[in-house]
C-alpha cells in the first residue's frame, strides 16, 4: 500500500469515526476540567503494557476503558497509526476504570497478560464489547466468554486475577488517573502533550509532527 493510500486510510477512518466517538465521549466522562502537564513516570509505569518498539521515539499513552465505547470507536485508528509508523510510534495502555464492572476486566486483561495471550484478548474483549458492556448492567459473564473464545485459560486465570502485582497494577494506574487529572476516555498524551482538541484526525496529526520532529533531531 502506498503512502498517500495509508494516510488516506486514516484520514477515512478518523472522519469516519469522529462525530460517533465525540458523542460517545461525552458519555464517558467524569466531571470537566482541563487535564494537567505531568511528569513522565505518572505517563508511563514499568508495569504498563506497551504495542510497538518499546524504544520508539514517538510514545502514544491512552488513557483506557475497556468498558468505553469511545476507546472501542478509537481502537483501528490507534492501529493504523502503528502500521502508517512501525518503527516511529509505541503505544502504552493505561487503565482507566471509570464504568462499573471495568475493574474485572482490567484483572482479565492482566490474566492474559500473564498468559501471553494480551493481544488476542483484548481484541475481542473490545469486538464484543456491546454484548457484554451494559453501563448500568455490565455481563461481566460474557466478558470471560470473550477472552475464552480468544484462547483464554479462564481457570488459571480466576486463580490468578486477585494477585496482589494486578491489585497494584490497578491502584496506580488509578491513582496517575487522579495525579494528571484524566476525566475522559479516552485521553491521549503524545510525547507527553496533550491533544490540541478531542478527534481522531487531531491525533494523527499530533503523532504525525512529533514523528517528523524526531527524524529531524537524529
Known sequence: MTKNNIVAKITIAAFAIFALAAFLYNGDTKKPGAVADKSEDQLVR????????????????????PACE?????????????EKFPKSVRVVI?????HKGSDEVVRILETARLQNIFKPVLE?????????????????????QAAADAGLDVARARKDMMNPEITAVLNQDMAD?????????????????????FGARQLYDLVRQEVEAARKSS
Open 124 to 144: 475481542n474483549l473490545l469486538e464484543k464489547q456491546p454484548v457484554w458492556a451494559n453501563h448500568r448492567a455490565p455481563d461481566i459473564n460474557k466478558a470471560w
Open 70 to 82: 469511545a476507546c472501542r470507536a478509537f481502537h483501528p485508528v490507534v492501529k493504523q497509526i502503528l
Open 46 to 65: 514499568a508495569h504498563s503494557f506497551i504495542y510497538g518498539p518499546k524504544k520508539a521515539p514517538v510514545t502514544i499513552v491512552e488513557f483506557f476503558d
Open 177 to 197: 488517573v487522579k495525579a494528571v487529572g484524566v476525566r475522559q476516555t479516552p485521553t491521549f498524551f503524545v510525547n507527553g502533550k496533550p491533544l490540541p482538541s
Open 94 to 98: 493505561r487503565y482507566t476504570t471509570f
